[in-house]
């Protein structure tokens, strides 16, 4: 399994981001997704999470209300749509094959692609 994430970038406080994950193997139609994140100096953190189907989702409550999962099993996608984009949102983003808030419920992580936020 490989994930690739992308669409980071630099945004003013504000603004929009579309991220994008893109999954390899067989088996991606039938596992659980999520995307966490992580600032400079601090700990890796739970955003949000979706189940195979798309019909389940979970959030951090800090992106709740702005953040939107969604993933696309025949093009093996998972995106993550940020809204209203906060300065506290600047980090690295990962996508994960997984479920949970916890990073160890998760065995497969993409390499990361940087959002920066700019008030």
């Known amino acids: 399994v490989q994930l690739q994430a992308s669409g980071g970038g630099l945004v003013q406080a504000g603004g929009s981001l579309r991220l994008s994950c893109a999954a390899s193997?067989?088996?991606?139609?039938?596992?659980?997704m999520g995307w966490f994140r992580q600032a400079p100096g601090k700990e890796r953190e739970f955003v949000a999470n979706?189940?195979?189907?798309?019909?389940?989702?979970s959030y951090a409550d800090s992106v709740k209300g702005r953040f939107t999962i969604s993933r696309d099993n025949a093009k093996k996608m998972v995106y993550l749509e940020m809204n209203n984009l906060k300065p506290d949102d600047t980090a690295v983003y990962y996508c994960?094959?997984?479920?949970?808030?916890?990073?160890?419920?998760?065995?497969?992580w993409g390499q990361g692609t940087e959002v920066t936020v700019s008030s």
């Open positions: 193997g067989r088996t991606f139609s039938s596992v659980a």
């Open positions: 979706i189940n195979w189907s798309g019909s389940t989702t």
């Open positions: 994960a094959r997984g479920w949970g808030t916890n990073t160890r419920n998760y065995d497969y």
